[in-house]
């Protein structure tokens, strides 16, 4: 298969990190997590800006907006384990199976990704799913290899005041115990911080995620 070589972009980063090489084309599932279905959110321009890029660029798109998505939070772990997953969810998984790129983009809610999203991954993430009964050194097996991942984090706060003050805690939550315990890899990470100033930021956002759809990272 081809390839392409495409760099990472940081928000709160002016230069250019490390480049890595990618299929060119790719399958990429865009998971726009804003609770808020209202258009007007930052964080669906940033999800269309990334579709419509990846999209002009030759790669198959598929964008999931969450607010949309209709399911109940599990409350034991007989549901989580025994009781099959709804409608929606099984849908999710099929487009989640059927990438090996996916991007998910949510605004940071009390220091973290909304309910909404982390019931989302509660529910997706499953037992013959996500990964397998058997372990290697004392972990499940991870039935996602083969995939790797963006997060897209939206605050108010500047971008390099949570990453380096706070830690960026909310992306690794969702890196390592989330998406690399089921096996993606590389999972990288894009914050953009300051999102109520200037429409010039607000532009170079929305430039930055059209770089990276087109490169499909």
Not at 4 to 32: G, Q, V, Y
Not at 98 to 111: Q, R, Y
Not at 134 to 143: L, M, V
Request: overall charge positive; proline content about 6%; aromatic content about 10%.
């Amino acid at each position: 298969m081809a390839r392409i070589c495409s760099a990472e972009f940081r928000m709160d980063k002016p230069t250019r990190e490390a480049s890595s090489c990618m299929p060119m084309h790719r399958r990429i599932l865009i998971l726009d997590a804003h609770p808020d279905p209202k258009p007007e959110r930052f964080v669906h321009a940033l999800a269309q800006a990334y579709a419509s890029a990846a999209a002009e660029a030759g790669h198959q798109v598929k964008l999931l907006q969450l607010a949309d998505l209709a399911f109940p939070l599990l409350r034991s772990s007989a549901e989580y384990r025994e009781q099959e997953a709804p409608p929606a969810i099984q849908e999710a998984q099929r487009e989640i199976a059927a990438s090996n790129h996916l991007v998910v983009l949510f605004p940071l809610w009390l220091g973290s990704m909304p309910a909404l999203l982390k019931g989302f991954f509660e529910q997706v993430f499953r037992p013959g799913f996500a990964f397998g009964s058997e372990k290697t050194r004392g972990f499940p097996a991870k039935k996602l290899r083969g995939r790797s991942a963006r997060i897209v984090v939206t605050m108010g706060m500047p971008g390099s005041f949570y990453r380096f003050y706070y830690g960026a805690h909310a992306i690794k939550l969702l890196e390592r115990n989330i998406l690399k315990f089921v096996g993606f890899a590389p999972v990288r990470s894009t914050i953009i911080g300051s999102v109520e100033g200037s429409d010039a930021h607000r532009e170079r956002s929305l430039a930055a995620m059209q770089r990276l759809g087109r490169a499909g990272t």
